[in-house]
């Protein structure tokens, strides 16, 4: 574990590079080792910045609020901090004797945080509201000013959008869909700040990686036992055999293509609150935002794959919204048991109608209430427990893209000529019997420095031969390839297809130490424009699955 024991007045030193550790590890019981947040607890955990409980529990699903992510945010800043005894208030709802005081008081006189705005109030009366639930924006602001990152004079109508775009300038934003007034769960905080420690030390790629459940596994086992030893005491050590089973889920639930005729991934996920008695799952009830024609059914399970419910659509004309509500009334001998004081974390999936059984591709699925109805088995209390969002989106589809690589050099000698190979990429592709999946269209993102000339660029598909011309818009530094389904971009599925991103480079005088990368940067969601458009001959897709950046080119010097 780093120690940290720098003053408040060490936030104004340089950032300095840190050695961190990123590898699974067997902490928390509710911590699945291939989950997206598990990379984030596992680092945030060996550093000594959070903790489980007791019995082995980190409770991911738990809201943070604007006290503890403050904690959580100084003790992950690359200068550290060790938090001044005095606790003098510096808010009026921050009294000098509270936990947190220290840590509030300190970023405040940091400029850190101010306090919630209130014109009628002057300034000094402004309050912290440390039990409020802390929101994507405000940890955002409070990381990126405690790591110094640029922040770009950007328009934007919410105050928050200079501190995002900071942060996707790093590469170090939730590679999720949110919107800024989303509240933070421990998994969230944990995954966050993950982010901004691993960017600092230089292995955000790693990082993400490990958020994909992919790590290099190449440090020693024993260099990360003893990490864990110096850890929490409310935690144990790894288990190899725990952490060689691969999760039935991606949880939390992230944007997935559903394709058509299969069995999902996670849609959404929460917590089912036990009581203290034990009680039994009589109904489920889902209500999506909009009708999706190729659903079968949902299907309600725990996180190890045991169902509790499928549900069915509503069929009944009782209420407008019909088309969009999935239930299932269980019957006794079906019925989940909820144990005494235990809580069960449950998944729902869903199940995709197939072709032949109008399956269809481009709809778009997302959930907007999960409802569940319990019954205690000692007393008969009828409990009704709602699952919290918001859930991401998904999209129908007759295939997917996956395994998108750099085929070339890590890096190469930045060399003049024409057709000089700037970047390979590779791509893998799944698909239905008798359906077709394109490449239409990729946006690069370019990095430059010195006085090295690149144009006419141009991408190529490695096996035919056939190439399309590419656009360069030097104001955002990308370079876009259109068009490509017409010319280079049939897939064939089972084999990767490779395309070569070629321009002419021109070396002139003063060119030595220039350098140029091209990346796929972007991996996008259902809703917004990432770096890759593909069809399946149905739908037309704007993202692929996955974190961002996609993949980093060679780096040519």
């Known amino acids: 574990m780093l120690k940290r024991t720098l003053l408040i007045t060490a936030l104004l ?19 699945r080792a291939g989950s997206s947040e598990a990379a984030g607890i596992n680092l945030l955990t060996r550093e000594g910045i959070l903790q489980g409980y007791g019995d082995r529990h980190f409770g991911p699903s738990r809201l943070v609020n604007r006290a503890e992510f403050l904690k959580i945010a100084i003790l992950a800043s690359p200068d550290g901090y060790e938090p001044d005894g005095s606790g003098q208030g510096c808010f009026p709802d921050v009294k000098g004797d509270m936990w947190f005081a220290p840590y509030v008081c300190a970023a405040k006189a940091a400029g850190i945080v101010s306090g919630n ?76 700040a993950g982010a901004f420690i691993a960017e600092n030390a230089g292995k955000l790629s790693e990082y993400r990686l490990a958020e994909a459940g992919k790590y290099n596994t190449a440090s020693s086992s024993s260099s990360s036992e003893s990490s864990s030893s110096s850890s929490s005491s409310s935690v144990s050590s790894s288990s190899s055999s725990s952490s060689s089973v691969a999760p039935l889920f991606t949880l939390p639930a992230v944007s997935h293509f559903l394709v058509v005729g299969s069995t999902t991934d996670a849609l959404a996920s929460g917590v089912l609150r036990s009581s203290g008695e034990s009680s039994k799952v009589q109904l489920v009830q889902v209500k999506l935002f909009s009708e999706v024609r190729s659903l079968e059914r949902l299907e309600l399970v725990t996180e190890n794959g045991q169902l509790i419910a499928s549900l069915l659509r509503r069929v009944t004309t009782d209420t407008p919204d019909y ?132 144009n006419n660029w141009m991408l190529v598909n490695r096996a035919s031969g056939a190439s399309v011309p590419c656009t360069t818009n030097e104001q955002f530094m990308t370079v876009t390839c259109l068009a490509l389904d017409q010319a280079v971009g049939l897939m064939t599925v089972g084999t990767p297809f490779v395309v070569d991103l070629k321009a002419t480079v021109f070396l002139g005088a003063g060119s030595q130490g220039s350098t140029v990368e091209t990346s796929l940067a972007t991996a996008g969601s259902p809703e917004s424009l990432g770096s890759i458009e593909w069809t399946d001959e149905s739908g037309i897709f704007r993202w692929v699955e996955g974190p961002s950046p996609i993949v980093i080119g060679t780096r040519l010097q």
């Open 117 to 192: 705005a209130n014109p009628k109030l002057p300034q000094d009366q402004w309050t912290f509201n440390p039990a409020d639930t802390v929101t994507y924006d405000a940890a955002l602001k409070m990381l990126i000013l405690l790591y110094r990152h640029p922040i770009p004079d950007v328009a934007g109508d919410d105050w928050a959008e200079p501190y995002y775009q900071a942060a996707v300038n790093k590469g170090v934003d939730l590679p999720i869909r949110i919107t800024f007034d989303t509240p933070m769960t421990r998994g969230m905080a944990a995954r966050l």
């Open 323 to 454: 088309k969009q509500t999935f239930e299932a009334q269980v019957q006794p001998e079906n019925q989940f048991t909820l144990p005494q004081d235990t809580d069960v974390r449950v998944v729902l999936r869903a199940v995709v109608r197939t072709v032949e059984n109008a399956g269809f591709s481009d709809e778009l699925l997302q959930v907007r209430t999960i409802s569940i109805t319990t019954k205690s088995d000692a007393t008969n209390q009828t409990i009704n427990t709602p699952i919290s969002g918001p859930f991401m989106k998904h999209q129908t589809a007759f295939g997917r893209l996956f395994g998108i690589t750099r085929v070339s050099p890590e890096t190469a000698p930045l060399v003049a000529g024409t057709g000089v190979v700037i970047g390979s990429y590779s791509f893998s592709s799944s698909a239905l019997p008798g359906k077709n999946l394109k490449l239409r269209q990729l946006v690069i993102s370019l990095a430059k420095s010195g006085s090295a000339t690149v």
């Open 13 to 31: 030193v340089p950032l300095t590079a840190l050695a961190i550790e990123i590898q699974p590890a067997d902490f928390y019981s509710d911590v």
